[in-house]
Nanobody, 119 residues
Framework: QVQLVESGGGLVQPGGSLTLSCAASVSIFSFNAMGWYRQAPGKERELVATITGAGVTNYGDSPKGRFTVSADNAKNTVWLQMNSLKPEDTAVYYC?????????????WGQGTQVTVSS
């Protein structure tokens, strides 16, 4: 059973920084990629960033240039460094891991961690 355990959310002022972490119960190489999605109230869940075991990254449009995704394969852990945070970054951030088998995508999700950007 795959488990993704997140930590690091909280309240931060605009312009501040926050780091999220996600520890997987299995090797990162078990997945096509791991990363982060977020969902703000009343909005659809959107891609933040993903990273493969080989270190290839992919970023969504909103956080591009301000957020950095990284991974430690030995620790099965992925981080999201968030800088220059804006109120519109307020959302529940979900760790995600997925694999593609026989052209079908299988997603695994963490429980979510709240990030609130407010003065």
């Amino acid at each position: 059973q795959v488990q993704l355990v997140e930590s690091g959310g909280g309240l931060v002022q605009p312009g501040g920084s926050l780091t999220l972490s996600c520890a997987a119960s299995v090797s990162i190489f078990s997945f096509n990629a791991m990363g982060w999605y977020r969902q703000a109230p009343g909005k659809e869940r959107e891609l933040v960033a993903t990273i493969t075991g080989a270190g290839v990254t992919n970023y969504g449009d909103s956080p591009k240039g301000r957020f950095t995704v990284s991974a430690d394969n030995a620790k099965n852990t992925v981080w999201l460094q968030m800088n220059s945070l804006k109120p519109e970054d307020t959302a529940v951030y979900y760790c995600n891991a997925f694999k593609i088998l026989s052209q079908l995508r299988y997603d695994y999700w963490g429980q979510g961690t709240q990030v609130t950007v407010s003065s």
